[in-house]
C-alpha cells in the first residue's frame, strides 16, 4: 500500500494480495484494535482520533511490539489505491492466462490467486 506515492506497507511471504480484504475491513469497521487474520496472525489495526496504527506484535519472546502510525485519511487512500491495483492486476493475469489455458478457468483461478477465495 502506498500514500502520496510512498510505499508504507507491501506484502511478503505471509501477507499478500488476499489480505488485502482484511486490512479493509478492520479499517472500516473501527474497532479498536482489530486483529488481522493474516500471515501469522501478528498484526492488528486500530483508528482512533483520525490516525490509523499498525501494530505488529512480536512472535519471539525478547522482541518489541513496533507501531506504525498514519493519518487516517493517508490509509484509507492507500487500501483504495492497493485494491485498484489488485484488480488491475488481476485483470492483466485474467487477460494472459485466456491465452494460454481454457477460458471456462480463468475466473476461477484469478480468484483463488489474487483474491483468495
Sequence with gaps: ????????????????????????????????????????????LSTEAGVTTVTVHPEAKGHQTIH?????????????????ERNNFAESLKSYLCRHISTEHTEAIVKVLVFGW
Excluded at 502520496?4 to 494480495?17: K, M, R, S, T
Aim: hydrophobic share 35%; charged share 20%.
Design 68 to 84: 506504525y502510525a498514519y493519518h487516517a485519511s493517508d490509509f484509507c487512500r492507500a487500501v483504495e489505491d492497493a485494491q485498484i
Design 1 to 44: 500500500m502506498s500514500a502520496d506515492g510512498a510505499i508504507q506497507l507491501e506484502p511478503g511471504c505471509c501477507c499478500d494480495l488476499s489480505d488485502l480484504g482484511e486490512w479493509s475491513a478492520a479499517f472500516r469497521e473501527h474497532q479498536s484494535p482489530t486483529r488481522l487474520s493474516i500471515g501469522h496472525a501478528c498484526f492488528s
